[in-house]
């Protein structure tokens, strides 16, 4: 399984409502792709800024280029983000899961 993420930072008066959009956008975006396993969406305030990580869980690298195309490394923005983001980071990171015993 092959984990990625993806790091955004809003201001911090448009968190909750960034959080609004993302849950009718990328949240479902993903969950619809087949190959997707698991979601995460998490938050920290860090002054008058908002980080945000998004985690995403997949069966495979095929699955991930279902998604965003044959260059995975390659972050994948909506329509709006530019509404919230202070900025398109334009990679994500990709972890393989390990097997703890």
Avoid: C
Avoid at 19 to 46: C, F, I, M, S
Avoid at 57 to 80: H, K, L
Wanted: charge should be negative.
């Amino acid at each position: 399984m092959i984990a990625r993420i993806w790091h955004g930072v809003v201001p911090s008066d448009k968190s909750d409502e960034y959080v609004e959009y993302l849950n009718q956008t990328g949240v479902p975006d993903l969950r619809a792709t087949p190959g997707n396993r698991e979601v995460k969406v998490h938050r920290r305030k860090e002054g008058d800024r908002v980080h945000f990580l998004l985690i995403s869980y997949w069966d495979s690298q095929d699955s991930i280029t279902a998604f965003v195309g044959p260059d995975i490394e390659t972050a994948r923005y909506y329509p709006r983000d530019r509404e919230y983001l202070l900025e398109l980071e334009p990679g994500v990171q990709h972890y393989e899961l390990v097997e703890m015993e």
